[in-house]
T-cell receptor, first 115, second 112 residues
Framework: NAGVTQTPKFRILKIGQSMTLQCTQD?????MYWYRQDPGMGLKLIYY???????DKGEVPNGYNVSRSTTEDFPLRLELAAPSQTSVYFC??????????????FGEGSRLTVL | DAKTTQPTSMDCAEGRAANLPCNHS???????VYWYRQIHSQGPQYIIH???NNETNEMASLIITEDRKSSTLILPHATLRDTAVYYC?????????????FGQGTILTVHP
């Protein structure tokens, strides 16, 4: 199993550009998440989804959008990129079994720089 | 989620046990203790979790005090590859799903 796969691994954007970070998982997990990690800091939740067609905001959703059309895919869209969005973005998934909710499987990350 | 307190950094000799403490005096009765680690900016890796009882798996052991106000993650025979940032997190499950709150964690350095 590939687990959680993120693309691209690296990207440089100019201020005002838009892009989509792709995330796919092959574990048939209902729950998926997007986190961001700024240098030297812990991860912060951007958006999450508990199933296809259902998404909700996390702690830092401003400047981002998500969609969940399939169980496998959970893309993160950055509109009008700003330098404050320079960060490492992690996608994760977890099982709907309640005692495993907090057992997240993370991707390798997408490193985004906005100049 | 409850706030956790961890030491900023710790050292451990290779082959010895690494004991990482975590204080969580405000934890609620339904909140689990989770441990993750992050090796050099890779994606965080789940290690272990528990509610009241001590837990052990192939990676580590988790010791939770009877009053649940603190816990210790034990890596029984640390290797150089265990050098990482270790996060102690509290999570209620249920409709909290996997919405974890990561703090600063403990930087564990394993040296030869």
């Amino acid at each position: 199993n590939a687990g959680v796969t993120q693309t691209p691994k690296f990207r440089i954007l100019k201020i005002g550009q838009s892009m989509t970070l792709q995330c796919t998982q092959d574990m048939n997990h209902n729950y998926m998440y997007w986190y961001r990690q700024d240098p030297g800091m812990g991860l912060k939740l951007i958006y999450y989804s508990v199933g296809a067609g259902i998404t909700d905001k996390g702690e830092v959703p401003n400047g981002y959008n998500v969609s969940r059309s399939t169980t496998e895919d959970f893309p993160l869209r950055l509109e009008l990129a700003a330098p404050s969005q320079t960060s490492v973005y992690f996608c994760a998934s977890s099982s709907p079994i309640e005692r495993k909710h907090g057992e997240l499987f993370f991707g390798e990350g997408s490193r985004l720089t906005v100049l | 989620d409850a706030k956790t307190t961890q030491p900023t950094s710790m050292d451990c000799a290779e082959g010895r046990a690494a004991n990482l403490p975590c204080n969580h005096s405000t934890i609620s009765g339904n909140e689990y203790v989770y441990w993750y680690r992050q090796i050099h900016s890779q994606g965080p890796q789940y290690i272990i979790h528990g509610l009241k009882n001590n837990e052990t798996n192939e990676m580590a052991s988790l010791i939770i005090t009877e009053d649940r106000k603190s816990s210790t993650l034990i890596l029984p025979h640390a290797t150089l590859r265990d050098t990482a940032v270790y996060y102690c997190i509290f999570h209620a499950g249920g409709t909290s799903y996997g919405k974890l709150t990561f703090g600063q964690g403990t930087i564990l350095t394993v040296h030869p």
